[in-house]
């Protein structure tokens, strides 16, 4: 159509959606579950939350467990009714801050190479969870400063930082907080969701992996070499570094349960330095030793008795991947091996 911009009559292509329908996809056949004609100088978010409050309040909370819909979607307040739907936010172990700008981040219900999509409510980019890296948007190319961190148990956390701050489950929304929506997603011998791309058969693909990188250099860590070892001690980009794992960690993705889940094990990885002296370590079933000072040290690299009591080891940033994931975004990642 012909319209007037910045004074001049220019030819414009406009695009408009007239009808707005949820459905559910997961079936042979998409069912309907309800349908909203565009009014008047409504646009087809406005329509989409329209309709969604409406479902919301005949089917009840949480009718459906994820929501997908195009990018003509993807706006804050879409996204934002969304989750007050139920439906789980995601949060990343990395620096919100970039260039001095704080951001807030929630899942934008997508995935890459079956791996999470997240968008910051600032700019509505998006960023790819395993690379931390805006994929979509004015930030595209911008990557956020991966902290360390890790996933252990309950028990190991509170007994190391026993003052430590816990998440509320009192959040002033329903949810279903300790249950699995995902039973069985991380069985060994099963296949990556979603995922379609090329494999590398050095490992199976649902193997958990420690992953580092430093200078140019990526390695793997695969938990069933862990487990067997205990403490692998290595050189990643010419830097040392050590490897400590224990078992006692309840995966996440195996029973609805989330406490039931088959024992997986806990990693983190450490410079193996204090007070610039390189110390070697040694498994000795559940506890881990330094050999030189013979003090015990947790997953957590604090040491709990011994001359080193209460000294930390530096944490080195490291990931907790799926094999497959990892190996789409470094191919060349060196597997560790006894």
């Given at each position: 159509m012909q319209r007037h911009v910045d004074g001049e009559s220019r030819l414009v292509t406009e695009y408009y959606h007239r009808l707005v329908v949820i459905a559910v996809v997961s079936t042979p056949f998409p069912i309907p579950l309800g349908r909203r004609f565009q009014q008047p100088g409504e646009g087809e978010g406005e329509c989409a939350l329209v309709l969604l409050r409406a479902l919301t309040a005949r089917l009840g909370r949480r009718f459906v467990d994820v929501l997908v819909g195009d990018a003509?979607?993807?706006?804050?307040?879409?996204?934002?009714?969304v989750e007050a739907l139920g439906l789980d936010r995601w949060n990343t172990s990395a620096n919100r801050r970039l260039e001095g700008q704080g951001y807030d981040f929630g899942t934008t219900g997508r995935l890459y190479k079956s791996a999470l999509v997240i968008y910051d409510r600032q700019t509505e980019s998006w960023w790819w969870q395993v690379s931390g890296k805006a994929i979509v948007g004015d930030l595209t190319g911008k990557r956020l400063t991966v902290l360390p961190s890790q996933i252990v148990s309950w028990a190991a956390f509170r007994g190391a930082r026993p003052g430590g701050k816990v998440l509320s489950r009192e959040t002033g929304h329903h949810r279903p907080y300790g249950r699995n929506p995902y039973v069985g997603y991380d069985h060994i011998n099963a296949s990556p969701f979603l995922y379609t791309g090329e494999r590398d058969p050095r490992l199976r693909p649902m193997e958990r992996v420690v992953t580092v990188s430093i200078r140019g250099e990526d390695v793997a860590y695969p938990f069933s070499r862990l487990e067997r070892v205990g403490i692998v001690h290595d050189t990643v980009g010419g830097v040392p570094i050590v490897v400590f794992f224990q078992k006692g960690t309840a995966s996440a993705l195996d029973t609805s349960d989330l406490?039931?889940?088959?024992?997986?094990?806990?990693?983190?990885?450490?410079?193996?330095?204090?007070?610039?002296?390189?110390?070697?370590?040694?498994?000795?079933?559940?506890?881990?030793?330094?050999?030189?000072?013979?003090?015990?040290?947790?997953?957590?690299?604090?040491?709990?008795?011994?001359?080193?009591?209460?000294?930390?080891?530096?944490?080195?940033?490291?990931?907790?991947?799926?094999?497959?994931?990892?190996?789409?975004?470094?191919?060349?990642?060196?597997?560790?091996?006894?």
């Open positions: 003509l979607y993807c706006t804050a307040p879409v996204v934002q009714a406490a039931s889940g088959q024992d997986v094990g806990a990693a983190g990885v450490f410079m193996p330095v204090i007070d610039g002296r390189r110390l070697t370590f040694t498994a000795r079933g559940m506890q881990i030793a330094d050999d030189q000072t013979k003090s015990t040290w947790n997953i957590l690299g604090q040491a709990t008795a011994g001359r080193l009591s209460g000294r930390r080891l530096e944490p080195v940033v490291h990931g907790n991947h799926f094999w497959f994931s990892w190996a789409s975004y470094r191919p060349g990642t060196r597997i560790w091996s006894p």
